[in-house]
């Protein structure tokens, strides 16, 4: 056992993950591929906590098991000026951070409001991750258009899916290849469970999240346990070496994964064609009102 880590508790009470020196091992070598790190010329900027993990393996343990660079302040630094992000980008010339979508929304805002145009070098940021919560379109769009008087590469900002469970990512989109929108028609996505491409009438704008790292597979099931096709919407379960072997909780040890190796992430999404993770929501979120799927990040939108 190498660490326990917290579930983000977004769904309920945090559990406890157990993840072995095999998981960091799996994951840490998948993204450092993915991510086409390079430990002579990339420098790390985070203020995330180390109480969750995207913080504290991916700013944390990962950057030490290469030897990267760092540059680390906390979340109260962030919070009280939001533009010390900009600032540590800028002044350590920083080539790769991460945050939730709330945090690039809130970074946005405080370009604008606070923040002269060309006051901070941006430029140098190629690598970007939006994940830990719904990424939302419209979000990242408004941080492209605020960051362009900053330099900042359209290209950099990448939407991710990660969770505890795998030691940290599951996918995030290729380096340099930005936000990639899958626009479905809503309807049939409520009530077939079909992400159906469309651009006309009713639809929803959903990003994609990436190809599944080199550690990872993935399949969506449907509610009898069946395999879905690309694009049909279900479950989505993962299996690899980065996957925890379970949780420690006050009542003992509860296994993670099937008889199979398969864990399910409770999420509903889809794959694409082209094998790029699309997340929909919450199992245990999502109202059913007359044979229509209704997830709440719609209502809260």
């Known amino acids: 056992l190498a660490l326990m880590q917290l579930t983000s508790g977004s769904t309920g009470s945090p559990k406890a993950v157990q993840i072995t020196h095999r998981n960091i091992h799996s994951n840490a070598e998948a993204m450092f591929i993915g991510a086409q790190y390079d430990v002579d010329t990339d ?64 970074f946005a805002k405080r370009l604008r409001r606070q923040a002269k145009p060309g006051e901070f070098d941006l430029s140098t940021l190629r690598f970007a ?14 941080l492209l258009d605020a960051g362009k008087p900053f330099g900042l590469n359209p290209g950099a900002i ?11 990512a599951v996918s995030f989109s290729p380096c340099g290849a930005g936000l990639t929108v899958d626009e479905v028609d809503a309807d049939l996505l409520a009530a077939l469970r079909r992400a159906v491409p469309s651009t006309k009438g009713h639809t929803k704008r959903l990003a994609e999240l990436g190809p599944l790292l080199t550690d990872l597979e993935a399949r969506v099931i449907d509610d009898h346990g069946n ?5 049909g919407v279900g479950v989505i379960e993962l299996r690899g070496e980065c996957v925890t072997p379970g949780y420690m909780t006050m009542g003992g040890f509860i296994p993670a994964q099937d008889e199979q190796g398969w864990y399910d992430t409770g999420d509903l999404g889809y794959l694409t064609e082209e094998g790029n993770v699309v997340v929909c929501g919450r199992v245990k979120d999502v109202i059913i009102m007359a044979g229509r ?4 990040t719609d209502i809260e939108r």
């Open 43 to 106: 420098v790390m900027v985070s203020w995330l906590p180390c109480f969750h993990d995207m913080g504290m393996v991916g700013f944390l343990t990962i950057p030490m098991y290469f030897g990267a660079e760092l540059v680390k302040v906390t979340p109260m630094d962030f919070l009280r000026d939001t533009l010390l992000w900009a600032k540590l980008i800028d002044k350590y010339k920083g080539t790769m951070t991460a945050a939730p979508n709330f945090a690039y929304a809130l």
């Open 129 to 142: 991750l939006s994940g830990a919560e719904p990424v939302e379109p419209a979000d990242v769009e408004d």
């Open 158 to 168: 990448l939407p991710a899916y990660g969770m505890a469970e795998t030691t940290l």
């Open 227 to 231: 395999v879905m096709p690309p694009r």
């Open 293 to 296: 799927n209704i997830y709440p």
